[in-house]
């Protein structure tokens, strides 16, 4: 079997925006792992090789003709990089890798995300009926969020490839689509599991132990009720508990209301950038907090500094009001941390046992479980190691050995 991931986002800094690097990335490194020759179709950084092997894992780096007349990441010159990757890449991909493989009585599994992939799948499609090698190869297709919908006809796309989806609110909301999509979740790679650095953790438990410490991670977006936590950290200060939102947020016009809404409520906002990287940048940026009630990280938080925030906040704040699937809460609970979560995507959560469930827009709801928790050690700690078993499952090995795997059989069949 070998595997084909195609994706506008992938492993480069220029290729990451989201979630949707992270899924392709942390799934194309377990896959090959596992021993499955992988590739990784992705607009790439243009300043590195092309193509780059890493062990049975090859990275395709596409569009850098386009990419180097737009620095600003993988959506800059989004338009030009559509038609070049539709056009260019699935001749490419079956006269250079697939038909080799397939000539050699090998089959191959393309996995394709997101709305930006479509017009390639469409015409792989046809490039491999064309050779008579369609049944080799099969197509699936994921949707990890709504956007773009307006653009897809799903009939075709659904005569072109297997339409899966990350979550079962995902798979309901395309039902009136006409789309029954299979539910294949996100998983997290091995660095979410490494521990926290004692060092630093302990100096911040040090430093904010008199202090509720929370932490938000999230593009400024309404959808992830930023405002509520602006609400949320007032009501806390309000009831004395003193309280310190670390928030990373990003470029969208929406954090400029967010943080009009905690001045206008007599919150103290600080931007803090720090010039070192990992977790030594993030104790040094909370170490200028200086008494304010929000630090805005205005640098990169990397995975290691991320770790380290949600283990020792006393809660993140991943409490979405729509959520596709919810990693951030994930991470969170594969950190060690409690995580605050919505209603929606978040199918691993089990609520009051792994995370809490945030269910209304009241500010009372999240400040009432704090204060339950804070008088409370041993549940609060009794869910984070809840949350740890819980994030176990969902190791990107144990999707794809657990879900993946078995569902591509049942497709074989």
């Known amino acids: 079997m070998q595997f084909h991931l195609i994706s506008f986002e992938g492993p480069d800094p220029y290729a ?30 243009p300043e590195l090789p092309g193509i780059e092997q890493r062990g049975h894992l090859w990275l395709h780096r596409w569009c850098q003709w386009i990419s180097r007349y737009h620095p600003g990441g993988v959506y800059d010159g989004e338009v030009g990089k559509l038609a070049d990757f539709a056009a260019s890449l699935p001749p490419y991909l079956l006269a250079n890798v697939l038909l080799p493989h397939i000539s050699g009585g090998g089959v191959a599994m393309v996995l394709a995300e997101e709305w930006h992939t479509v017009d390639a799948v469409y015409h792989l499609d046809w490039l491999l009926q064309q050779h008579g090698a369609r049944s080799r190869v099969k197509i699936l297709w994921n949707a990890n969020n709504v956007f773009g919908f307006e653009r897809i006809d799903w009939h075709r796309l659904a005569r072109a490839a297997t339409i899966t989806t990350v979550s079962r609110y995902m798979k309901h909301l395309m039902w009136p689509l006409g789309v029954d999509a299979l539910v294949i979740p996100n998983g997290l790679s091995a660095d979410a599991f490494l521990p926290a650095d004692r060092h630093a953790l302990g100096t911040l438990q040090r430093r904010f132990r008199d202090r509720v410490l929370l932490a938000k991670v999230a593009r400024f977006d309404p959808d992830k009720r930023w405002l509520l936590a602006i609400q949320t950290v007032g009501e806390l200060k309000r009831v004395g508990l003193r ?13 400029r209301e967010v943080f009009g809404m905690a001045a206008a409520a007599g919150l103290l906002v600080r931007d803090v950038r720090s010039t070192a990287r990992g977790v030594t940048g993030l104790v040094e940026a909370l170490h200028a907090s200086n008494g304010a009630d929000i630090v805005s990280l205005t640098s990169v938080v990397d995975a290691e500094g991320r770790r380290t925030l949600f283990r020792a906040a006393d809660a993140v704040l991943a409490n979405s009001g729509r959520e596709p699937f919810g990693l951030v809460g994930l991470e969170t609970m594969a950190a060690g941390g409690v995580a605050f979560t919505g209603c929606t995507g978040e199918d691993y959560v089990v609520p009051g046992r792994n995370a809490l469930a945030l269910q209304t827009s009241d500010p009372r709801e999240c400040v009432g479980f704090l204060q339950e928790l ?37 497709l074989a069949v």
């Open 374 to 410: 804070r008088s409370n050690p041993e549940r609060e700690q009794a869910l984070r190691r809840a949350g740890k078993v819980t994030a176990r499952s969902y190791a990107w090995p144990e999707i794809i050995n657990r879900i993946l795997l078995p569902r591509l059989e049942m």
């Open 16 to 45: 990451c925006a989201g979630g949707i690097a992270s899924r392709v990335t942390g799934l194309a490194e377990a896959l090959a792992g596992l021993g499955f020759e992988t590739h990784l179709w992705f607009v790439g950084d």
């Open 243 to 255: 309280p310190l939102l670390v928030a990373r947020g990003g470029v969208e016009a929406h954090g």
